[in-house]
């Protein structure tokens, strides 16, 4: 069974997830967040993913279900992308929502972030609907669980040492971030004091790093949109503000007594409310490292829909379990073209039932309808590649010559958007010997003859003496017979004269199509 399937499964079985009698009736809830601190990398879009893959399971197994994804556009900005650190230096500390947008459409930075991520992962058929903590707590949701984590300090201070191992906070520490009304930052106030109705806090100068308070203290009432809660004791809070049945996490957030260990507790023993179902999934690699938004490192996640289909990027996250890295290194590897070879493959196992776990990963990979169980004609990513590198290649009728008929209108249009991808691969991500080009001339074919003269000239004489790719095929294997080579080295032969490899294309389909450069190089090399 499919992993998301399995996790649906142990959900609904187990009961426990909908054991509060206010829950009863109500949707199973999966849930997702993330604070926009920078140009989302690719590898953040396997949470929204990977919930979209449980929120689409649940549906299947016939219960009712809602998805949303959290914009944690409350939090301080505590890092600037690489971008805009010089222009907007003067805003660390300040909420994202607060922070001004480089870019006029929006009206922040944390929209501009946000946006960006939001239209990737739609764009990926991720249908959660999108949520602003912001609003949230400005519409004053989150007033009741505010008041609780005040009445609760102490006891937040005792969960936290008891689950990390940390030393109890300060003395006077309360949970609570209040937005400073002289400076306007949320990133540099401590909140000392609690009397039921305000908090007492101070905008400290040095409490941070990467911002400086302005040293102004003073009381204010904490609902409506005042101030927030810190984020580890936030995240638990917006599970009961929002009826969360399941959320995900990184595995660097769910590691022993860290900081998802923390919510959960947090969520049991002050908000009273059932813990949702644990969920850590593991890294999205680059060349078998760790990304990180605001520093800038690694692929964006808005790039990976200009190198990849959406329906073969989303499946580049369904085909893997969470609990399994992904390592994506497109730059000089072959990583890209084996990626729409496993997408094939999985059509395949859907059309005819077979390898069930792959076929569902197809079926969960898809943007939009399914589409119907019957065979298509899928020209490979690879061969598409080489033959958009071929001069006066008509590619249309080279796959309709491979197909021995007409495409069809869907696949003339699969056909279209891998010769689209397949540009982008060879111009900017293929290794060197996935490029070729067709020499002009033996002596600039930089080769030595390896098989017999009389082969080359025989082949050259064949060439002219057929009217199809079909018949060539046919013929250029009997030649190859009658002269005692194999086919790897006779078809070695051609390919390092044509392109200088020992590798390519079908060759009696390459060699039709560029035929009178074929016969002007086998006639230089039988001389």
């Not at 009712?64 to 600037?80: M, Q, R």
């Not at 260990?261 to 999934?281: G, N, R, S, T």
């Not at 069809?408 to 279209?416: D, G, Q, V």
Request: glycine fraction near 8%; charged fraction near 30%; hydrophobic fraction near 40%.
């Amino acid at each position: 069974m499919y992993w998301a399937d399995k996790i649906a499964k142990q959900i609904i079985e187990s009961g426990k997830y909908k054991s509060n009698l206010s829950l009863r009736g109500k949707p199973y809830w999966v849930d997702d967040m993330k604070t926009p601190s920078g140009f989302a990398h690719v590898g953040s879009l396997r949470g929204p993913i990977i919930h979209s893959l449980i929120f689409r399971a649940l549906k299947d197994a016939g219960v009712k279900a809602k998805f949303t994804f959290v914009i944690n556009d409350f939090d301080p900005a505590d890092e600037l992308p690489p971008e805009f650190k010089k222009e907007l230096k003067e805003y660390l500390g300040f909420p994202l929502r607060k922070v001004p947008s480089p870019e006029k459409v929006f009206d922040s930075l944390g929209g501009l972030l946000a946006g960006d991520f939001v239209k990737t992962f739609q764009s990926l058929g991720v249908e959660a609907e999108i949520l602003s903590s912001w609003d949230m707590y400005h519409e004053g949701k989150f007033d009741v669980v505010i008041k609780e984590a005040l009445d609760n300090a102490v006891r937040i201070q005792d969960i936290y040492k008891k689950v990390s191992g940390s030393q109890k906070k300060e003395k006077g520490w309360f949970p609570f971030e209040a937005i400073c009304e002289k400076c306007g930052k949320i990133g540099t106030t401590h909140t000392f004091a609690w009397n039921g109705k305000e908090v007492s806090y101070k905008c400290e100068p040095e409490m941070v790093v990467w911002a400086r308070g302005c040293g102004y203290e003073g009381r204010t009432s904490p609902f409506g949109g005042t101030g927030k809660l810190p984020w580890k004791v936030d995240w638990a809070a917006h599970w009961k503000v929002m009826g969360v049945t399941v959320e995900g996490a990184g595995k660097d957030h769910a590691s022993a007594g860290g900081s998802y260990d923390i919510a959960m507790a947090l969520c049991k023993e002050v908000f009273h409310y059932p813990q949702p179902y644990k969920l850590p999934y593991e890294f999205f690699l680059i060349g078998g490292k760790k990304m990180s938004s605001s520093k800038g490192l690694g692929l964006k996640a808005h790039d990976i829909i200009k190198i990849l289909p959406p329906e073969i990027a989303r499946f580049l996250f369904a085909r893997t379990d969470y609990r399994e890295a992904i390592d994506f290194e497109p730059v000089g590897t072959a990583v890209i073209p084996d990626l729409f070879d496993e997408f094939d493959k999985a059509r395949q196992a859907y059309i005819k039932g077979s390898e069930e776990e792959l076929a569902r990963a197809f079926v969960l990979a898809q943007i939009k309808d399914l589409p119907p169980k019957k065979e298509v004609f899928l020209p490979r990513f690879r061969e598409v590649a080489q033959t958009i590198q071929m001069p006066n290649v008509d590619i249309n009728e080279y796959f309709k010559n491979k197909k021995c008929q007409d495409l069809t209108n869907e696949e003339n249009e699969i056909l279209a958007e891998r010769i689209k991808y397949a540009k982008i691969w060879v111009e900017e991500f293929a290794p060197d010997d996935a490029k070729f080009q067709i020499a002009s001339s033996v002596r600039s074919a930089k080769t030595r003859r390896i098989l017999p003269a009389s082969f080359y000239q025989k082949l050259s004489v064949l060439i002219e003496s057929v009217s199809s790719p079909e018949e060539l095929e046919k013929k250029l294997y009997q030649l190859i017979k009658e002269q005692n080579l194999s086919p790897k080295t006779a078809f070695g032969g051609i390919y390092s004269i044509m392109i200088g490899k020992n590798y390519g294309p079908k060759a009696a389909w390459f060699i039709w199509e560029n035929k009178e450069k074929a016969i002007k190089l086998f006639r230089g090399m039988a001389k």
